[in-house]
T-cell receptor, first 108, second 117 residues
Framework: RKEVEQDPGPFNVPEGATVAFNCTYSNSASQSFFWYRQDCRKEPKLLMSVYSSGNEDGRFTAQLNRASQYISLLIRDSKLSDSATYLCVVDSNYQLIWGAGTKLIIKP | SQTIHQWPATLVQPVGSPLSLECTVEGTSNPNLYWYRQAAGRGLQLLFYSVGIGQISSEVPQNLSASRPQDRQFILSSKKLLLSDSGFYLC????????????????FGPGTRLTVT
């Protein structure tokens, strides 16, 4: 089993819709969780950290479920500019483990 | 604010040629530094990390080496490139100093796209 797993997608979503995707992790001792966004042929950029209580940043909401060992990202009122690959990142033994990403395509 | 630079942006090299990619960070001191490779459609693979000048840890056996001659400079090298070395090479930094801080969020440079022919 991979340490961090994501559905590769693509998720094809109409503009204005709400979309959510999950990421599962294997190390129950993990303490840090992040979502990054990567545009085509660009570097990953930190979207948000994921806290135990969940956190929200504008249209984006991240949740952590320790019991089931997954984190989620919800995007509301999706915009064309949200089209990207979303990378789930989890720490394991003091290093970051990267998921392969979920590709999101927002259609007009 | 912190800035991370990488160059060159793209590189096409023949098999067997040497490689040198450079990364520099501005606006922070004593960062942890990282080299990653991303193959097409794949996740990031950590190649090397450094917690200080001259301190390099390798995560996977490979044809590459890394050096940190200055606090905010990280270099990725190879003496002879292989076809399998092709990929998108990313340098990143994180705050905190030391191995225990590798779980902090990381910030990336623009990357170098290497094609070995």
């Amino acid at each position: 089993r991979k340490e961090v797993e994501q559905d590769p997608g693509p998720f094809n979503v109409p503009e204005g819709a709400t979309v959510a995707f999950n990421c599962t992790y294997s190390n129950s001792a993990s303490q840090s969780f992040f979502w990054y966004r990567q545009d085509c042929r660009k570097e990953p950029k930190l979207l948000m950290s994921v806290y135990s209580s969940g956190n929200e940043d504008g249209r984006f909401t991240a949740q952590l479920n320790r019991a089931s060992q997954y984190i989620s990202l919800l995007i509301r009122d999706s915009k064309l500019s949200d089209s990207a690959t979303y990378l789930c990142v989890v720490d394991s033994n003091y290093q970051l483990i990267w998921g392969a990403g979920t590709k999101l395509i927002i259609k007009p | 604010s912190q800035t991370i630079h990488q160059w060159p942006a793209t590189l096409v090299q023949p098999v067997g040629s040497p490689l040198s990619l450079e990364c520099t960070v501005e606006g922070t001191s004593n960062p942890n530094l990282y080299w990653y490779r991303q193959a097409a459609g794949r996740g990031l693979q950590l190649l090397f990390y450094s917690v200080g000048i001259g301190q390099i840890s390798s995560e996977v056996p490979q044809n590459l080496s890394a050096s940190r001659p200055q606090d905010r400079q990280f270099i990725l090298s190879s003496k002879k490139l292989l076809l399998s070395d092709s990929g998108f090479y990313l340098c990143a930094w994180s705050g905190g100093t030391g191995a225990a801080y590798r779980g902090l969020e990381q910030y990336f440079g623009p990357g170098t796209r290497l094609t070995v022919t």
